[in-house]
């Protein structure tokens, strides 16, 4: 394990998650499943207490820690994408496999985490600053999913 992970916290299902994300993202997979030797608050023992995991090389561990502690928008995982069609396919997994639509690229699954599917013309138009930020950004708000053609034709002006 990483000497730095990010841990997320699940009611129950965090190795479900993991298989997910694992089946979306690349770089991604699931590692070492580790059971509760005993009951614990939320579960019993037998049951996958934390899962390691990576998104697109990020190491995670998920906790099953029960319905104690809730997921918000405080965390989220951004994610840089080249063009349309990546920025579809991630926004429709997320979103088609139980999650919710968000304002200006962002969305949750339906574990409750936070996901940013940015495409990378919006962070380029953002540090170009000016007025072809001012024009992006004003164009992304009106927006669910980032529309890649409408930032392009807010930048050319």
Known sequence: MSKNTICLWYDH????AANFYASVFPDSSVGAVHRAPTDFPGGKAGQALT?????LGIPC????????FKQSEAFSFQISTDDQEETDRYWNAIVGNGGAESACGWCKDKWGLSWQITP?????AMKQGGEVAKRA??????????DVAKIEAAVRG
């Open 137 to 146: 950004f004003t164009a992304m708000m009106e927006m669910r999913k980032i």
């Open 51 to 55: 899962v390691e995991f990576t998104v």
């Open 120 to 124: 990378r013309v919006l962070t380029d």
């Open 13 to 16: 299902d965090a190795e479900a």
């Open 61 to 68: 561990l998920g906790l099953n820690g029960g319905s104690t």
